[in-house]
């Protein structure tokens, strides 16, 4: 679809597909490959990086007429674009109509997750047989986990140093070989009551001979989905009061409460493992307002206590 101009000299190098994991690789190359259908579809093609960023700001404006293909499908099919053109970077007409679309849609935040609503999500899960997800909320809530480094975990993730003569070493850690900014990362556990199930669970897994500590990422986005609607916590009231629970909630909230309760934002940045400081600043200013005025039902609070 995209012919580079003939001064142009097309490179590319194992080096390049490193900036990203396989599974962005996916989402990037199947967005990126709908956009070149739709331009191939017009009996079109790019010459130059002028043409590629007018098919895509038509493609964008198509999108948005029709309602599909969705904003985020855009957003991949972009930044699919550019991490395989990064010479082409940035694409002016298409970035400029991607931040048009923000502004005149705005994207619904997801809220974080109170501490009592993580609780009573997880005892919900329990109590329908889905312990691994149980777990899997409670310690992306405790060490600020994205999901996809919660659904990574290995047996072998789990280190514990609960014996270690050094005081400042004891404790159970999560180790994160490859993260969104960077790699070979660890999360100590600040719960003793979660270290010590977390321990139990992977003691358990080993005994069976399993290897993944929880379910991969979907089946974990599946059994929130089903502990909110449980709750009540996936509409109204709660969706009119602009609460969005997803998965990312637990990190959300779980960075924001440590704001709330005085924590040091340069110790907030190293747990989150946030690589600019601005970034994580209004990430937990944001969430800090929103648990501010985030009054939980009194049924929530009865079972977030009972765990």
């Given amino acids: 679809m995209f ?7 097309a490179f590319w190098t194992p080096l390049l597909d490193s900036n990203i994991n396989q599974e962005s690789r996916r989402r990037y190359e199947k967005a990126a490959l709908a956009f070149m259908a739709f331009v191939r579809e017009h009996g079109d093609r790019a010459d130059d990086a002028g043409d590629l960023s007018y098919w895509f700001a038509y ?8 309602g599909r293909p ?13 991490h395989w053109l990064p010479e082409l970077k940035p694409l002016p007409l298409s970035r400029r109509c991607m931040r048009g679309w923000h502004r005149l849609v705005p994207p619904v935040p997801a809220a974080p997750m109170p501490r009592d609503l993580a ?15 149980a777990i899997a909320m409670l310690l992306s809530h405790d060490c600020w986990l994205r ?11 789990v280190v514990d140093q609960r014996g270690a003569e050094d005081a400042v070493m004891r404790g ?12 070979r990362q660890a999360v100590r556990i600040e719960s003793p009551e979660l270290a010590e199930l977390v321990v139990a669970w992977r003691t358990a897994l080993e ?64 747990r989150g493992r946030w690589a600019a400081e601005s970034s994580a600043r209004h990430y937990v200013q944001a969430g800090r307002q929103m648990l501010l ?15």
């Fill in 3 to 9: 012919q580079p101009a003939s001064t142009h000299v």
């Fill in 59 to 66: 493609y964008a404006h198509t999108a948005y007429m029709a």
């Fill in 70 to 82: 969705s904003r985020s499908e855009l957003e991949k099919a972009l930044a699919g674009v550019e």
């Fill in 119 to 133: 609780f009573a999500l997880a005892a919900t899960a329990a109590l329908a047989g889905e312990l691994a997800a």
């Fill in 147 to 157: 999901i996809s480094e919660v659904a990574g975990l290995t047996v072998d993730a």
């Fill in 172 to 183: 159970v850690a999560v180790f994160l070989p490859r993260t969104k900014t960077g790699r």
């Fill in 207 to 270: 005994r069976a001979g399993a290897r993944q500590l929880f379910p991969p990422a979907a089946s974990l986005r599946a059994s929130l989905h089903r502990a909110l609607q449980v709750l009540g916590a996936g509409g109204p009231p709660w969706e009119t009061r602009g609460l969005h629970f997803v998965w990312h909630s637990f990190r959300h909230g779980g960075a924001s409460r440590a704001y709330l309760a005085g924590r040091d934002m340069s110790a907030i940045i190293l």
């Fill in 293 to 307: 005025a985030l009054a939980l039902p009194p049924s929530v609070a009865t079972i977030a206590s009972r765990l």
